[in-house]
């Protein structure tokens, strides 16, 4: 059972990247599915969540309008747009599955990814 993010890497402020979560041993269709972010020296962030069908999706007041998350049941992955991209978006980055969304965030989350590096400089 592992979850596995990609996709992080080293982008110029204003740019954009798309961040993967991939599922292997067990299918997400069942599972709420939830990105998270924690920087160096600060608190782990919940960025956002879609619900179970895909129907629901939540995000963090700061980012709403530049991330998108969406998921594909059919390649078992979840996906992580991001758009004009900060500085302060520099963080890693976990995906994470669970029961449900509690705004941002997972509740009872049960498997999480290994994280993946964004950092965003010029």
């Known amino acids: 059972v592992q979850l596995q993010a990609s996709g992080g890497g080293l982008v110029q402020p204003g740019g954009s990247l798309r961040l993967s979560c991939a599922a292997s041993g067990f299918t997400l269709d069942y599972f709420a599915m939830g990105w998270f972010r924690q920087a160096p020296g600060k608190e782990r962030e919940g960025v956002s969540c879609i619900s179970v069908g895909g129907g629901g999706t939540y995000y963090a007041d700061s980012l709403k309008g530049r991330f998108t998350t969406f998921r594909d049941n059919t390649k078992n992955t979840v996906y992580l747009q991001m758009n004009s991209l900060k500085p302060e978006d520099t963080a890693v980055y976990y995906c994470?599955?669970?029961?449900?969304?509690?705004?941002?965030?997972?509740?009872?989350?049960?498997?999480w990814g290994q994280g993946t590096q964004v950092t965003v400089s010029s």
């Open positions: 994470v599955a669970g029961l449900s969304c509690v705004g941002a965030s997972v509740f009872q989350d049960t498997y």
